[in-house]
């Protein structure tokens, strides 16, 4: 059959993609990009907000007009929303099968029952049967997504993730390793190491694995140059792992910790399990052993109950640690959670935008000052993909800073040396003096 995937979400949907369409290869499936010339749509989808679930049924529309013209094209849909809304998405009459985040091993054979008209949902465990010698069909040359661990145990309030994605379950240190043998050895030179939580890897083996020994052990492997890891949760965040990120420049100097409030009361609310000054010490301990860091977070503003005081809070927050990036969310109440069903949704939605609006302007300003010390510079950059129509390419560095410079497309993937001559509150922009 050919088929053809549709992805929204994070980077696990990504990587589950990427291993879906491997299996489906090997299983003798064609991949395209088409819908329009395909036997088969995968629609691998997001829960996280009420926008990200939103374009699943926008997808879902058009894939029943599509249906009209070709009434043997099959639907599947899985991911997030699958596990969240399973029976009500086979109520859609464009969808043939709905199969959760942990059954995508199984791939093959559920494609091979919709396509004989079964109608089903398929919600098994089955996520032990990935491993290094799963075939994976990935999007880049160059980088590879590799999940380290699934599911997360944190049950923050507002998130929907530990129902959807399970109780967090670490894959053999041994098979990552694996993995990462066989990239580097096909050529790879960065890898992202990926889990809801990666910094909880390895607790449920209880062998001594963690992310601080996989990372020492993964430094021994030559050919991979830079070594990235999502997402952190600031209470798991170790002096450990602080130290192993301090000891080799291979390792990403972009570390991602989510605070999504600077308020206790709000935190506690949110049952994120520390405090602002917990994470403001934690702050100051990555910059104190990684001084060339740079630090990016997540916030939800909106939050159920959140005052005034609360809100300048995580203003006066914003401004004490200078992030690089901040993902910035309006808070939307997600079925099945906590604050859904204990907290009112009582914060005006014109609040919500005006303070979403506020922190975007800050932080925009505060980009463009931090972008500023880049100029003038010369900065090592991993071309990353084509910008359309004006012969540019963009790149990003060891601290994740995104660069565009004029460079052809074979150089994709190459390590360069930039000097940045203009900057905004986005990328940087130079030009190419020299190959590594």
Same mark, same amino acid.
């Given at each position: 059959?050919?088929?053809?995937?549709?992805?929204?979400?994070?980077?696990?949907?990504?990587?589950?993609?990427?291993?879906?369409?491997?299996?489906?290869? $090997?299983?003798? @499936?064609?991949?395209?990009?088409?819908?329009?010339?395909?036997?088969?749509?995968?629609?691998?989808?997001?829960?996280?907000?009420?926008?990200?679930?939103?374009?699943?049924?926008?997808?879902? #529309?058009?894939?029943?007009?599509?249906?009209?013209?070709?009434?043997?094209?099959?639907?599947?849909?899985?991911?997030?929303?699958?596990?969240?809304?399973?029976?009500?998405?086979? /109520?859609?009459?464009?969808?043939?099968?709905?199969?959760?985040?942990?059954?995508?091993?199984?791939?093959?054979?559920?494609?091979?029952?919709?396509?004989?008209?079964?109608?089903?949902?398929?919600?098994?465990?089955?996520? &032990?049967?990935?491993?290094?010698?799963?075939?994976?069909?990935?999007?880049?040359? @160059? @980088?590879?997504?590799?999940?380290?661990?699934?599911?997360?145990?944190?049950?923050?309030?507002?998130?929907?993730?530990? %129902?959807?994605?399970?109780?967090?379950?670490?894959?053999?240190?041994?098979?990552?390793?694996?993995?990462?043998?066989?990239?580097?050895?096909?050529?790879?030179?960065?890898?992202?190491?990926?889990?809801?939580?990666?910094?909880? %890897? #390895?607790?449920?083996?209880?062998?001594?694995?963690?992310?601080?020994?996989?990372?020492?052990?993964?430094?021994?492997?030559?050919?991979?140059?830079?070594?990235?890891?999502?997402?952190?949760?600031?209470?798991?965040?170790? &002096?450990?792992?602080?130290?192993?990120?301090?000891?080799?420049?291979?390792?990403?100097?972009?570390? @991602?910790?989510?605070?999504?409030?600077?308020?206790?009361?709000?935190?506690?609310?949110?049952?994120?399990? %520390? /405090?602002?000054?917990?994470?403001?010490?934690?702050?100051?301990?990555?910059?104190? $052993?990684?001084?060339?860091?740079?630090?990016?977070?997540?916030?939800?503003?909106?939050?159920?109950?959140?005052?005034?005081?609360?809100?300048?809070? /995580?203003?006066?927050?914003?401004?004490?640690? $200078?992030?690089?990036?901040?993902?910035?969310?309006?808070?939307?109440?997600?079925? #099945?959670?906590?604050?859904?069903?204990?907290?009112?949704?009582?914060?005006?939605?014109?609040?919500?935008?005006?303070?979403?609006?506020?922190?975007?302007?800050?932080?925009?300003?505060?980009?463009?000052?931090?972008?500023?010390?880049?100029?003038? /510079?010369?900065?090592?950059?991993?071309?990353?993909?084509?910008?359309?129509?004006?012969?540019?390419?963009?790149?990003?560095?060891?601290?994740?800073?995104?660069?565009?410079?004029?460079?052809?497309?074979?150089?994709?993937?190459?390590?360069?040396?930039?000097?940045?001559?203009?900057?905004?509150? #986005?990328?940087?922009?130079?030009?190419?003096?020299?190959?590594?």
């Amino acid at each position: 059959m050919k088929v053809a995937f549709r992805t929204f979400g994070c980077q696990m949907n990504i990587s589950d993609t990427e291993a879906m369409m491997g299996i489906l290869r $090997r299983a003798g @499936h064609e991949i395209i990009d088409s819908e329009e010339a395909a036997d088969a749509v995968i629609v691998n989808t997001c829960a996280v907000r009420e926008k990200s679930e939103d374009k699943l049924y926008g997808k879902l #529309g058009q894939l029943k007009a599509l249906k009209k013209s070709n009434d043997r094209l099959v639907v599947g849909v899985c991911g997030c929303v699958a596990e969240k809304n399973s029976t009500e998405l086979l /109520t859609h009459r464009e969808v043939d099968f709905v199969f959760g985040t942990r059954a995508i091993s199984r791939i093959d054979e559920l494609l091979s029952r919709a396509a004989v008209g079964e109608r089903f949902i398929e919600m098994g465990d089955y996520i &032990d049967e990935l491993d290094a010698d799963s075939p994976r069909l990935r999007t880049s040359k @160059h @980088h590879a997504w590799i999940t380290i661990i699934y599911g997360c145990d944190k049950f923050c309030s507002y998130c929907i993730v530990p %129902y959807t994605r399970g109780r967090e379950k670490s894959r053999k240190m041994t098979d990552i390793l694996n993995e990462v043998r066989q990239l580097a050895d096909s050529g790879y030179r960065e890898i992202t190491f990926l889990g809801q939580n990666v910094d909880s %890897y #390895g607790k449920d083996l209880e062998d001594g694995s963690s992310l601080a020994a996989l990372l020492r052990e993964t430094l021994k492997i030559e050919g991979i140059e830079r070594i990235w890891f999502l997402t952190s949760y600031p209470k798991d965040f170790s &002096d450990e792992l602080i130290d192993v990120i301090a000891s080799c420049e291979r390792i990403s100097r972009s570390i @991602h910790l989510p605070v999504q409030s600077g308020s206790d009361r709000i935190l506690k609310s949110m049952n994120r399990g %520390y /405090t602002r000054e917990y994470f403001l010490d934690l702050i100051r301990r990555v910059r104190d $052993r990684v001084p060339d860091s740079s630090l990016s977070t997540d916030i939800i503003v909106g939050f159920p109950g959140e005052t005034e005081a609360d809100y300048e809070n /995580t203003v006066s927050l914003i401004r004490e640690v $200078r992030f690089e990036r901040v993902n910035l969310a309006m808070y939307s109440p997600r079925e #099945g959670t906590l604050s859904a069903r204990k907290l009112p949704d009582d914060i005006p939605q014109e609040v919500k935008i005006k303070r979403l609006n506020d922190l975007l302007a800050l932080q925009k300003h505060i980009n463009r000052q931090e972008n500023e010390k880049y100029l003038d /510079t010369v900065i090592d950059v991993i071309g990353e993909g084509k910008i359309k129509g004006n012969g540019k390419i963009y790149g990003r560095t060891m601290n994740n800073k995104i660069v565009i410079y004029h460079a052809d497309a074979n150089l994709i993937g190459i390590p360069v040396k930039i000097k940045v001559d203009s900057v905004s509150a #986005g990328p940087l922009y130079g030009e190419i003096v020299g190959v590594l």
